[in-house]
């Protein structure tokens, strides 16, 4: 079985935003992002810090307004990402045309990292 690529700090703090635009229990948070207590606990810790989660009383927790514009912005850095993932495949489509399976351009490597 192969195991899921770990999600790094970006699309972690993507879910928890996303799951906390209404106010949302601490519980329903950890579902949603698919964490357990004690990370989640961190995570929400450093998103009230950084005034993007503001606690609501009784273990609820909802995005800010400053919450909701990175969580915009994460969104638009998918969507570039995924344009750059496209132009690649296009150049490597170019650039291998013709010859047997070739490794990818490790130029490249770059953008595979950070999936």
Do not use: C, W
């Not at 635009?21 to 519980?27: A, P, R, Y």
């Not at 810090?49 to 909701?68: M, P, R």
């Amino acid at each position: 079985m192969k195991r899921r690529a770990r999600r790094n700090k970006i699309a972690i703090i993507k879910s928890i935003l996303s799951a906390s635009i209404k106010e949302t229990q601490k519980t329903s948070l950890m579902y949603a992002a698919n964490l357990n207590h004690k990370t989640i606990t961190g995570y929400l810790s450093d998103l009230i810090k950084s005034d993007l989660i503001i606690e609501t009383g009784n273990k609820a927790f909802q995005t800010t307004d400053k919450g909701k514009m990175i969580l915009k912005k994460i969104e638009e850095y998918e969507r570039h990402i995924q344009e750059a993932e496209k132009i690649k495949s296009v150049i490597d489509e170019v650039l291998n045309k013709g010859q047997k399976a070739r490794k990818p351009l490790p130029e490249y490597d770059f953008i595979r990292q950070r999936e």
